[in-house]
């Protein structure tokens, strides 16, 4: 990753991953070619957050943050309307990603990130444009 690194790699530990991998708390989808990992997706779906999304630097703006990102807001939707949040670093390509993609700007977490929202009919409205983009 070139942006958005994880200041303290310690700060998640793999119970916390095996948390987010119980059914009824979250999920992750993997985009892979040849046995290549080339982006991921991560969903929260008890707190309603997108828990991490990141694609490789070489891979980027090929669609592959599309795909794992679409693939997991149908996920947050299709388990419930309430609206999803994330925080993401000021200034980074992220922002940028999640603007186009059609969230919110809801103001900042206490952590100086940048904090979106997006809800269900929304993500109906933007889900076709923004997956035909190249």
């Known amino acids: 990753m070139r942006e958005n690194v994880l200041s303290d790699p310690a700060a998640i530990t793999r119970a916390d991953y095996v948390t987010m991998l119980a ?3 979250g999920a992750c ?5 040849r046995g290549e990992i080339l982006g991921f997706s991560w969903a929260d779906f008890a707190a309603r957050n997108v828990w991490a999304l990141f694609v490789r630097p ?4 090929r669609g592959v943050g599309r795909a794992v990102h679409a693939t997991m807001m149908d996920a947050f939707f299709s388990r419930s309307d309430t609206r999803v949040w994330l925080g993401t670093t000021p200034g980074t390509r992220a922002v940028a990603f999640y603007r186009a993609a059609g969230w919110i700007e809801s103001g900042l977490l206490a952590n100086g990130e940048v904090r979106f929202e997006m809800d269900a009919p929304r ?8 997956n035909a983009r190249r």
Not at 29 to 33: F, G, L, N, T
């Open 29 to 33: 989808w993997v985009a892979e070619s």
């Open 58 to 61: 070489e891979r980027e703006r």
């Open 123 to 130: 993500w109906t409205q933007c889900r076709t444009a923004f």
């Open 23 to 25: 059914p009824e708390r």
